[in-house]
DNA sequence: AACTTATTTCAACAAGTGTTTAATCATTCA
DNA sequence: TGAATGATTAAACACTTGTTGAAATAAGTT
């Protein structure tokens, strides 16, 4: 089942699962290369810095999944040609593949979008990388958002993007907390379920700054 | 204009800002008290081990951050009785503490969102420290939306609680991700920009699930 | 005043930190 | 086969980690 993995690759994994759990501080390279059950000067023959053993592990996985997301953005204003492609396809083609990879991602994935989450929230690391890897993603989606709600004012949809973005990580965090408060009557392992309410969620929110504001219910 | 701060206020004050910026494992002790101007024993002496220093930073301001923002939801409830309380004004109790402190409440405020976020996506820290302190007044929160919205799901209202959380929790967290991204046109600074928005925002949200589904546009 | 309690200081602890160096083993290629 | 490159190992580097103990000072109470 398992093909053979190579260091580098056990050395991934293991800092990814380590990361997940206590964050980038939190872990160390002697804590990651025991995980991997490899020698600690691997880590640096490897990588080099820690901080490029934290940006390999990010790397690897934005890459597929930003490939993806972008993917099915263009198609879906393919398909709508020469209309703009409607609002609720544009924000299901931004969450498509994040709930995917974390419904059938494995666990790999799981402790990739719990590091995410944590950076996505992070001062220091979150601004580096996460304008690094998702800032254009992020461009491309609003653009098309603006495309098909022309009235709207961009800096609106900057903002309704920015709420849109801290509820997917949360979501996809892997903290227990929904399920908690909730106590079990929202599992979050059922992730069908979130795409059911997060897509008309946002969508909803959206569509409130489509045109001139009419603040009052 | 400053009154003398006592040694357990200025270790508190340290440390809150400096997790704020590299998180609880990215800080030592000693850049605490060193920051604080203090020996590193009476970081032990006072509150005991690193971990106590945590929850210390952490109760002091949300116990005066959830006694206004339950009061305030009193007070829309009581107001409006004996009809349920508006949807937006509930929110906007639950919202508007955080706006104020985030403007006007000086450095030390902002410090302490910043460490919200990121406990908030943190499995570990996270999972207790959020439980604690917020989950009594989440609960009283979504039964207040339960009131005025009795035909939605009970599940349905915790989702959205949860993409609000996310939502708050991003906003407040002090990166300046939507500030780069937007280049410049998003400020974070100006917050009450951000409750024109994020109130419509998140109401328009809850307001799909209110009656049974209609999910398609 | 003397006595008690609270606070602060300094030094030390054993353990863990990221990273580097030089030596050894494995593999590849001529 | 032998030389050369790549991968792995073990040891050591100087430094920081959280926490504690005993001694010194400050504050508070009869």
């Known amino acids: 089942m398992e093909k053979p993995q190579s260091t580098k690759e056990r050395i991934l994994d293991a800092a990814e699962k380590l990361f997940a759990t206590r964050g980038f501080y939190g872990v160390s390279i002697r804590q990651i290369t025991t995980e991997a059950g490899v020698d600690p000067a691997l880590a640096s023959y490897h990588f080099g810095k820690k901080k490029d053993i934290f940006n390999a592990v990010m790397l690897r996985r934005a890459e597929v999944l930003n ?98 973005s801290g509820a997917l990580t949360l979501t996809f965090s892997g903290t227990e907390r929904i399920n908690n408060l909730s106590e079990g009557l929202c599992p979050p392992s059922d992730l069908y379920a979130v795409h059911d309410r997060l897509v008309p969620f946002i969508t909803a929110g959206f569509k409130v700054f489509a045109q001139p504001h009419k603040i009052n219910p």
Not at 94 to 102: G, W
């Open 67 to 164: 490939r993806e997301r972008i993917a099915m953005l263009d198609d879906c204003i393919r398909r709508a040609k020469p209309n703009p492609a409607p609002l609720h396809e544009i924000i299901d083609a931004f969450t498509h593949a994040l709930l995917n990879r974390a419904t059938q991602g494995g666990q790999g994935w799981k402790h990739y979008f719990a590091i995410i989450a944590q950076i996505n929230n992070h001062p220091e690391l979150g601004g580096i990388i996460m304008t690094q890897y998702f800032d254009p993603l992020a461009k491309k989606f609003i653009a098309a958002i603006q495309e098909t709600m022309p009235d709207s004012k961009p800096e609106d949809l900057y903002w309704c993007y920015h709420f849109l």
